[in-house]
């Protein structure tokens, strides 16, 4: 591989042609989170510290953990105080872990989630640990709200004058703009755009239909409450601050309703406009976490094994000068994934496309079934690929349980380890699953999963 | 703790106020802690049977001072009355009176056991006269106690001896500080089956028990004192309680369960979960309870059909389960919570005493299949206790009610926690099929 990127291969090509075989596997116990919270409702007091500690002592209560030694805990938050620094310890040392548990914050955007579950299997296949936490949270109702740059600057100097004239001559150079407070914005810093706008231009270069979407989201809202009524959240969720469902969750949402709401993103191109505030997730609160192990940390404490992480690729486009859609890293991650472990989408049993927008899904399924793109951008000989829909977000995904960035991928990977296990070996091999969560920066985590 | 009227009556001006009006004084409750000693004291035995000088021996060997006759003046901390023998109603009197003399030197809690038989397995008229005499004895004699003490009462089957492992569980019991709040009571002993602990500390060090309805009050409370009694906890509490049930675990170690107990596989869910994690099952607290109150007039099907489901059909559909299990052969324990709703009734309450009378009803008729598997069940009736449900009725109410006993307050969740983890205990298990109350000697449905 050359180190010159003109010559470096497309983001199509396998990134490497070996793969280390790993030591020994990485297990999921078993998850837990908390309800998902739209931004402002029950959790609008909440910090992030709180609700990270909320989800890993369900954890530590679900699976008996009181007083355990983790060999590491990583999560992160996307929204992050910076007083948060260290986010993920504080949480441990206020839940029942022992406080001789390490711990790592790490940040991926929304990918943040699934990338800690991924380093922490990585970690525990070579031996490094014996047991990990991932989780991820986030507030969009306890944000972070900075001062202005100006403010900031003035600050700053007067720390660091050492007279009255010349603080005086600082103060003086305030400006009544500078004392409004900035609210953390969600655009692309590169393109100025907010992600649902990046998405609109993708959605209208795949001719995304707005039923498609509306239909994507209302079997998002169907499979969850099903999945709600059926106690299928009953061992992977305890309840936070009075809220035991997602508040986002609308199980009697209609076509109808949803083709009721006005276009939010992508307004400049009139009538082709068709996201909506049902089609996108939401502003959302909460908190998720796993709890992985090697096999022998499981057994000796008699837990359950659910799943193993087989493995995962992350992969990153060139949004900023509009070669491919901001969230469509995923597109690319995927084949180099399943290239690497020799499968095609059809070994697949089930898929968790990350709802970041419902024409996020429906772009990344379009440019797997497009010829072309499959030949010029992902280098294959055609399409990819398409995937059977009834294996596709079974249980519900974001559109309806909501969107706290960081716990996304926690959620998701909780909630397929449980399927998973469920459907078991059958046709003499293991149950299957895709991962897939798209993240701000162009960027995309993806990872395989098998049941145990 | 104890309520504030309790405190303020208990010393200081208070106290003589208290007294100078002639209203009720209710004492502070001598209460278990780890490594407290069993009583202070001497223990009088009063008895001239075998079975007395038996018992007397035995106690010797708890580290208790036991007189067989009392010394003038010296402050007792109990008094037994050993009556096994008892064949006429004459029979009683020689005991009672030698006791009756020493009554006015019982220290504060201390404590009045009488060991005597059944009356219905009597041989004669007037054996069954002389035991059924017993009943209304201690009853009333419990009514005179004060200063915190109790008298409750041992009754042992033919041929079970009060040495008998479970006569002296049931006896040390009674003693101790874990029996504060049960009073005018009688504990029946059916079999010699049983065993002391090896640390009576830790009477529980090695079970694994599950509790339903877990997540709060007097759920939370018997998680606690099992939890410090040596026991493996599974904790069960529905779904939306989660927050709650998980604060509980994580404070005694415990694996939390979110489950409805009316689910129609919750037995086979709990065992699962009990042995996939903890390798085995061994006692079954079923606590959880609803109560939907309304006069019968007012009761719609609603408020009917969820009491009696959670209160008793679950019981009956997981202990069906448990029966049916593999992993349940091991001498079992099951203890359910009955209420003296069930035994004495309560206005507004037909489905909830329904469903507690169903308890009990339950606890009896399993007794015999679950002995048959070397195990034991039984249920505790707690009257008044301090919870958030009982917080939560009108002051005046709550008032009369918590007064309304021998004791004049309410107990504490602790309370029934104590007497739920001694019937779950190794010590317990030739007791199969009691009621037990947990009432202070609730003045109405005796």
Not at chain 1, 120 to 147: F, H, M, R, Y
Request: a neutral charge; glycine letters at 10%; hydrophobic letters at 45%.
């Amino acid at each position: 591989m050359s180190i010159d990127g003109q010559s470096m291969p497309g983001p199509g090509a396998p990134a490497r042609e070996t793969s280390v075989p790993a030591t020994r596997r990485a297990v999921i116990v078993g998850g837990n989170r908390i309800p998902f919270a739209r931004a402002g409702g029950a959790y609008a007091k909440s910090s992030n510290q709180d609700m990270l500690t909320a989800a890993l002592d369900g954890l530590i209560a679900r699976f008996g953990l009181q007083d355990e030694r983790i060999g590491q805990v990583a999560a992160g938050a996307v929204l992050k105080h910076s007083r948060d620094f260290n986010l993920t310890r504080e949480a441990v040392l206020g839940s029942a872990l022992s406080a001789e548990t390490p711990v790592y914050d790490l940040q991926q955007a929304c990918a943040t989630g699934l990338e800690a579950v991924v380093g922490l299997a990585n970690k525990i296949k070579l031996g490094q640990i014996e047991s990990g936490i991932a989780g991820g949270v986030d507030s969009a109702s306890d944000a972070p709200v900075v001062v202005s740059e100006g403010l900031r600057e003035v600050i700053l100097d007067l720390n660091r004058a050492k007279t009255l004239p010349q603080r005086l001559q600082i103060l003086s150079r305030l400006r009544p703009k500078d004392l409004a407070p900035l609210a953390p914005g969600t655009s692309e810093p590169r393109t100025g755009l907010s992600m649902g706008e990046h998405q609109a231009l993708t959605t209208a270069q795949w001719k995304i239909a707005r039923e498609a979407q509306d239909e994507l989201a209302l079997n998002s809202h169907r499979n969850l409450a099903a999945a709600y009524d059926s106690g299928f959240f009953d061992d992977l969720m305890t309840p936070y601050r009075g809220l035991t469902r997602d508040g986002n969750l609308r199980a009697d949402t209609s076509m109808e309703k949803l083709a009721g709401l006005k276009p939010v993103f992508g307004r400049s191109l009139g009538a082709d406009a068709t996201m909506t505030a049902g089609n996108s997730t939401p502003l959302t609160d909460g908190a998720a976490t796993v709890l992985l192990a090697s096999d022998e940390w499981a057994d000796a404490r008699d837990l359950p094994k659910l799943a193993a992480v087989v493995d995962a690729e992350a992969a990153a486009v060139d949004f900023v000068h509009g070669k491919d859609g901001l969230l469509m890293a995923p597109v690319f991650a995927v084949p180099r994934l399943l290239a690497r472990q020799k499968l095609t989408l059809a070994d697949i049993d089930y898929f968790e496309i990350h709802e970041a927008f419902a024409a996020t899904v429906l772009s990344t399924l379009a440019a797997w079934e497009d010829e072309e793109f499959g030949r010029t951008r992902l280098g294959l000989e055609g399409a990819f690929g398409s995937i059977d829909r009834s294996r596709l977000n079974v249980h519900g995904s974001s559109l309806a349980a909501g969107h706290p960035f960081a716990a996304t991928g926690g959620r998701i990977v909780a909630t397929l380890a449980k399927m998973l296990h469920a459907k078991g070996n059958s046709d003499g091999r293991p149950a299957r699953g895709l991962v897939s969560v798209c993240a701000a920066g162009g960027q995309g985590v993806v990872a395989i999963l098998e049941s145990l | 703790m104890t309520d504030t009227y309790t405190r303020l009556v208990s010393d200081g001006p208070g106290r003589n106020i208290a007294k100078k009006l002639g209203l009720p004084q209710p004492a502070a409750l001598r209460r278990y802690e780890p490594g407290q000693a069993l009583l202070t004291g001497p223990v009088v035995v009063q008895g001239s049977t075998p079975g007395a000088d038996k018992l007397a021996a035995e106690l010797l060997s708890w580290d208790l001072d036991v007189r067989r006759h009392p010394v003038p003046a010296e402050k007792l901390g109990a008094i037994i009355l050993v009556l096994d023998e008892v064949e006429h109603p004459g029979d009683l009197e020689k005991p009672v009176l030698a006791a009756a003399a020493s009554l006015r030197d019982l220290r504060p809690g201390g404590r009045v056991i009488t060991v005597s038989r059944p009356a219905s397995e009597a041989s004669s008229p007037a054996a069954a006269a002389a035991r059924q005499g017993v009943d209304g004895f201690l009853r009333s004699l419990a009514k005179e106690l004060r200063a915190g003490a109790t008298g409750n009462g041992v009754l042992l089957a033919n041929g079970v001896e009060p040495t008998s492992p479970s006569s002296l569980g049931a006896i040390r019991f009674f003693l101790s500080g874990r029996s504060s709040f049960v009073d005018g009571q009688f504990l029946e002993v059916s079999s010699a089956a049983g065993a002391l602990p090896a640390d009576t500390d830790k009477p529980l060090a090695g079970k694994v028990a599950v509790v339903t309805g877990a997540a709060r009050g007097i759920g939370a409370q018997i998680a606690r004192t099992l939890y410090r009694d040596g026991a493996t906890l599974v904790l069960v509490d529905i779904p939306a309680a989660g927050e709650q049930l998980a604060a509980v675990a994580n404070e005694v170690r415990a694996t939390a369960l979110q489950l409805d107990i009316s689910a129609a596989d919750a037995g086979q869910r709990i065992i699962d979960h009990a042995v996939q994690r903890h390798g085995k099952l061994d006692i079954v607290v079923h606590n959880a309870g609803i109560t939907r109150d309304k006069l019968l007039a007012n009761m719609d099907q609603a408020r009917w059909s969820s009491v009696i489901n959670i209160n008793i059909a679950a019981q009956l559909r997981i202990n069906e389960a448990l029966l049916a299990s593999e992993h349940f052969r091991s001498s079992p324990r099951i203890v359910s919570v009955a209420s003296t709703s069930g035994i004495a009734g309560n206005r507004g309450q037909t489905n909830y005493a329904a469903s507690k009378g169903g308890v009990m009803g339950m606890v009896r008729a399993t007794a015999p299949i679950v002995g048959a598997r070397g195990g034991t069940i039984n249920a505790v009736a707690p009257g008044f206790i301090e919870t958030e449900m009982t917080a939560r009725i009108p002051f005046a109410v709550r008032e009369i009610a918590r007064r309304l006993n021998s004791l004049q307050q309410g107990g504490l969740p602790s309370d029934v926690a104590e007497t739920i983890a001694f019937l779950a205990s190794d010590a317990a298990g030739g007791i199969n099929g009691e009621v037990l109350r947990v009432c202070g000697q609730n003045l109405v449905g005796a």
